[in-house]
């Protein structure tokens, strides 16, 4: 079987997604302001109709989209990584730093996903309708949750990034003892 192929094409797989869910995240938001600042003609009228409530109404929406993106894609990482470790574990030449890493996501996504994501979600609908300029306890608390949040994204990327890198420098040295222990044909004689 090809291991390292099955743990290049997961690894692959997860980094994608992750880069994704980065991009989605934040355009979500961004297509809020963006639908507001030039909305179809169809929907101009019913936008004004809201009376100045459909720019908190359209976050809301993004932000409950986010909610279940987020949830979906740790929920979907958690079983990557299991994978992922299963097929490092039974591939012979597999070192123990990738197994460590791995295991590693697969820790700091578990965190993410019963520890953090909760609360950030719990305190996100606290403070869905609350001006942005206005600051509460919740809306302190969600931002540093978030920014911890966001920190442990960025190191799992990192993290999987090196992976890949490991992957990636195995096969090239695979390739070369292959190269070196191929026997040489004897040139033909003219």
């Known amino acids: 079987m090809h291991y390292r192929r099955l743990a290049s094409l997961l690894v692959g797989a997860w980094l994608s997604g992750s880069l994704l869910m980065m991009v989605v995240a934040t355009q979500n938001f961004r297509g809020v302001d963006r639908l507001l600042a030039a909305p179809s003609t169809a929907a101009a009228p019913l936008l004004k109709a809201l009376d100045g409530n459909a720019r908190p109404l359209l976050r809301y929406q993004a932000s409950e989209l986010n909610r279940w993106y987020f949830r979906a894609w740790e929920r979907m990482q958690l079983v990557f990584a299991p994978l992922l470790l299963a097929v490092l574990f039974f591939w012979a030449e597999a070192r123990p730093p990738l197994l460590l890493l791995t295991g590693l996501i697969f820790v700091l996504t578990a965190a993410q996903h019963w520890l953090l994501t909760p609360e950030i979600i719990r305190l996100g609908r606290n403070i869905d309708f609350v001006p942005a300029q206005v600051f509460t306890p919740d809306r302190g608390r969600f931002w540093g949750l978030h ?12 993290l999987g990034v090196v992976v890949a890198g490991m992957l990636l ?22």
């Open 169 to 190: 420098r195995k096969k090239r040295r695979l390739a070369r003892a292959e190269d070196r222990d191929a026997p040489l044909d004897p040139a033909p004689l003219p």
């Open 147 to 158: 920014t911890t949040y966001s920190l442990i994204e960025t190191v799992k990327l990192a």
